[in-house]
Structures are given as structure tokens and as C-alpha cells.
């Protein structure tokens, strides 16, 4: 039995993939994204250990209210850091004719052993992939991540070769990723992939910031305001139309 260990279970997540949805929040993540608004996450050390039973037992008690859509998201932090533990709570989900979703960042991605064959098992038992692109030029990237984007573009490519159901979520920061060259860059990247049913427009927002200050730690993007409701339209316009 593999334990995990888990930032916090969201009941009845409504915007973590399609229906209602049983979201768990693992910790753990390697990216210090300017804009995290859960930076508690980051260490996996801080999570409430789990065993992979228990947390399905629980989750499956609100089943009946996920109707033909509905399922089991599992979010972070990152929640590749634990993918022992998420490929055998999905293995165990699909047995129970759950829908899986994986909402991660891809940072963890590479084609190199042990960790492929671990990321193809898991494929296995997921049935949609939330994947966050959260700026499409690698330079910029770097600045807003800390880590080069290019394995995640690979990622996004490899699911779509292999006919895996994404959608793609971009956080819209005034200032950086809301820049219409930008956006229109990553426009064109997603129209290479065959399996995207989804993108949406995620508002850069501060809500986190106290966050950063009870852990002792200088918000990057002070100052920095959430996007105008036309730059939002426009990016939707952009990246969805």
C-alpha cells in the first residue's frame, strides 16, 4: 500500500475538470511559480499522510452525486511528485468505474527511465489530463517558474500523439503571459495538438498573498493587479476562439 500526502480534499470541486468532482490537493512541488497563491504546498513533508484505500473509501462516499461526468480529481502542488501513489489510487478508482482527471504542471515530464514507464502506467488509468502552460516562451518561463518549459511542450505533444483528452489552463498575468504575442504563440502551439477539448483562461489573482507572508517569504509580483475583464476577453478571444 503506498501512502501520499495530501495538502487538503475539496467535497464538490466544480472547476477541476468536468462535473462535480472529489479534488485532492497533494503536496509537494518542485516550481516556485511568482504567481503561486498555495505555497504551502511545496514541501511534501507538510501534507497529512495517507494510504491509498482510505482516501478512495472517502471519496467514494459522495459518488452519487457526480452524475455521468463527475469523478476523482487529483492537484497539488504537483501531484507527479507522488506518482506511485496517484497511479495506484487511479488504478483503484477506474476499477470502481470512476473518471480520473490529473491536473498538473508537467514539470516533472521526461522520457528518460525510471520516470517514463511510470508516467505511461499512469496514462493507463487516466482519463483527462489538466495541463497547466503557464508561459509559452522559455525564457519567460524560466523567470516566472524557475524551469524551462520545453519538457512540458514535449509532454503536451507526447498526449497528444497518444490520444490523450487534455485540457490546457493558462494563468493571465498583467505584465507577463497577458501579452498578445505571447498569447498568440501559444495559440499556435495548441492548434498542433489533436486532443485538447478545453482551454481556459485562468485570471492571474492575489488571493494567496497572505500565504507568502505567514511563511516568511517576499511576494514576487507585488504591486502586480489582476487582469481588466477586457484583457481576459481578449486572451479567451485569442486562445479559445
Not at 109 to 127: A, G, H, I, R, V
Not at 148 to 172: C, F, P, Q
Amino acid at each position: 500500500m503506498t501512502t501520499g500526502y495530501i495538502h487538503s480534499l475539496e467535497s464538490f470541486g466544480a472547476a477541476d475538470g468536468p462535473g462535480v468532482r472529489y479534488v485532492i490537493f497533494t503536496t509537494g512541488c518542485p516550481m516556485r511559480c511568482q504567481f503561486c497563491h498555495n505555497p504551502d504546498t511545496w514541501k511534501m513533508d507538510k501534507g497529512t499522510p495517507y494510504e491509498v484505500d482510505e482516501l478512495l473509501k472517502k471519496a467514494l462516499k459522495y459518488k452519487p452525486y457526480w452524475g455521468a461526468e463527475g469523478g476523482i480529481t487529483v492537484s497539488g502542488g504537483e501531484p507527479l511528485m507522488q506518482i506511485d501513489f496517484v497511479t495506484e489510487l487511479f488504478q483503484k478508482a477506474k476499477a470502481k468505474g470512476v473518471h480520473t482527471t490529473l491536473d498538473t504542471s508537467g514539470n516533472l515530464f521526461t522520457k528518460e527511465e525510471p520516470f517514463f514507464s511510470k508516467f505511461t502506467k499512469l496514462m493507463e488509468y487516466t482519463d483527462l489530463v489538466m495541463l497547466d502552460i503557464k508561459q509559452i516562451d522559455d525564457e519567460q518561463h524560466k523567470i516566472l517558474t524557475g524551469f524551462s518549459n520545453k519538457n512540458i511542450l514535449e509532454m503536451a505533444t507526447y498526449l497528444s500523439d497518444t490520444g490523450k483528452a487534455m485540457w490546457i489552463r493558462h494563468v493571465l498575468v498583467p505584465g507577463g503571459s497577458d501579452n498578445d504575442a505571447y498569447l498568440k504563440r501559444l495559440r499556435a502551439f495548441i492548434d498542433t495538438l489533436k486532443t485538447v477539448t478545453r482551454v481556459d483562461v485562468l485570471p492571474y489573482h492575489t488571493l494567496g498573498t497572505f500565504k507568502w507572508e505567514e511563511l516568511g517569504l517576499e511576494y514576487p509580483l507585488k504591486g502586480v493587479n489582476p487582469p481588466t475583464k477586457e484583457r481576459v476577453e481578449n486572451a479567451l478571444a485569442i486562445l479559445t476562439k
